[in-house]
């Protein structure tokens, strides 16, 4: 009986001493496994489905390159982007990435790495329109995703005053399909968003003369994983180091437009 004893405690040490080992092992921890990056997919040119259905943009590459120097792959999970900070602190996301600007509300819920690109929020109506200018929207009905920077622009600048509507669109295909069907007046929309349609559609619409503002895009990080923030931000500065972040964006942009 004690040799049977014996026997059990002994395989019960070695599993322990097994299992103990695995967890140290590469791929095993948290930083190693697939991460989750949560995305709007209807936001190009940043992340957006092609003709082929297929998720692509500049921010797709960019988290893959990333995800390569950081020695582990990515997966792009479509979300409701109104509730993209619930998904990154549920856990079901592992970042947000996809023209994901910086601001201070933001960074309550949220980590951010350093900004990458810098956007302005921007004022957009049909080419044909007679609107020019900011103040031009007295009386206007306007367009805007729902819980984007873009709202926050509006409603910190004087003109919302004047403004007779604001419609929420749960993406920006819907509001400047909005726009192209009179709907509304015009759409508060991300400039390298509409500066990709202009290029797409280029006698559709025009931009107004004023932007909202000025703002940087970043990525997302769950607050209190600080050693995923340390190691993706690693991998952005290797990036922008040896160039691949410029590669990238001159695909996209024709130009390189990542912050250094």
Same mark, same amino acid.
């Given at each position: 009986?004690?040799?049977?004893?014996?026997?059990?405690?002994?395989?019960?040490?070695?599993?322990?001493?097994?299992?103990?080992?695995?967890?140290?092992?590469?791929?095993?921890?948290?930083?190693?496994?697939?991460?989750?990056?949560?995305?709007?997919?209807?936001?190009?040119?940043?992340?957006?489905?092609?003709?082929?259905?297929?998720?692509?943009?500049?921010?797709?590459?960019?988290?893959?390159?990333?995800?390569?120097?950081?020695?582990?792959?990515?997966?792009?999970?479509?979300?409701?982007?109104?509730?993209?900070?619930?998904?990154?602190?549920?856990?079901?996301?592992?970042?947000?990435?996809?023209?994901?600007?910086?601001?201070?509300?933001?960074?309550?819920?949220?980590?951010?790495?350093?900004?990458?690109?810098?956007?302005?929020?921007?004022?957009?109506?049909?080419?044909?329109?007679?609107?020019?200018?900011?103040?031009?929207?007295?009386?206007?009905?306007?367009?805007?995703?729902?819980?984007?920077?873009?709202?926050?622009?509006?409603?910190?600048?004087?003109?919302?005053?004047?403004?007779?509507?604001?419609?929420?669109?749960?993406?920006?295909?819907?509001?400047?399909?909005?726009?192209?069907?009179?709907?509304?007046?015009?759409?508060?929309? +991300? =400039?390298?968003?509409?500066?990709?349609?202009? &290029? %797409?559609?280029? !006698?559709?619409?025009?931009?107004? @003369?004023?932007? /909202?503002?000025?703002?940087?895009?970043?990525?997302?990080?769950?607050?209190?994983?600080?050693?995923?923030?340390?190691?993706?931000?690693?991998?952005? +500065? =290797?990036?922008?180091?040896?160039?691949?972040? &410029? %590669?990238?964006? !001159?695909?996209?942009?024709?130009? @390189?437009?990542? /912050?250094?």
């Amino acid at each position: 009986m004690k040799r049977i004893a014996s026997i059990i405690l002994t395989v019960s040490t070695a599993v322990a001493l097994l299992v103990g080992c695995s967890s140290n092992k590469p791929g095993e921890n948290e930083q190693d496994k697939t991460l989750v990056i949560g995305i709007d997919d209807k936001f190009a040119p940043m992340g957006f489905r092609d003709e082929n259905n297929k998720i692509v943009g500049f921010d797709i590459d960019y988290a893959k390159a990333a995800a390569e120097k950081m020695g582990t792959t990515v997966k792009f999970q479509p979300i409701d982007w109104k509730t993209k900070e619930t998904e990154l602190s549920s856990g079901r996301i592992d970042l947000i990435w996809n023209g994901y600007t910086i601001t201070d509300e933001r960074k309550e819920k949220v980590l951010f790495t350093k900004p990458y690109l810098k956007n302005s929020q921007v004022l957009v109506t049909l080419a044909k329109s007679n609107l020019s200018k900011l103040d031009d929207l007295e009386g206007k009905e306007v367009g805007l995703q729902s819980l984007s920077s873009a709202a926050d622009a509006l409603n910190s600048h004087p003109v919302k005053s004047k403004i007779k509507k604001v419609t929420e669109f749960s993406d920006n295909v819907l509001a400047l399909s909005d726009l192209k069907s009179g709907r509304v007046d015009a759409v508060v929309i +991300d =400039e390298v968003v509409i500066k990709y349609y202009m &290029s %797409k559609e280029k !006698e559709a619409f025009k931009i107004l @003369d004023e932007s /909202l503002a000025p703002e940087e895009y970043g990525v997302g990080v769950k607050k209190g994983n600080d050693e995923l923030l340390e190691k993706l931000q690693k991998a952005l +500065d =290797e990036m922008n180091q040896d160039g691949t972040a &410029s %590669k990238i964006s !001159e695909k996209w942009f024709g130009e @390189d437009k990542v /912050l250094k």
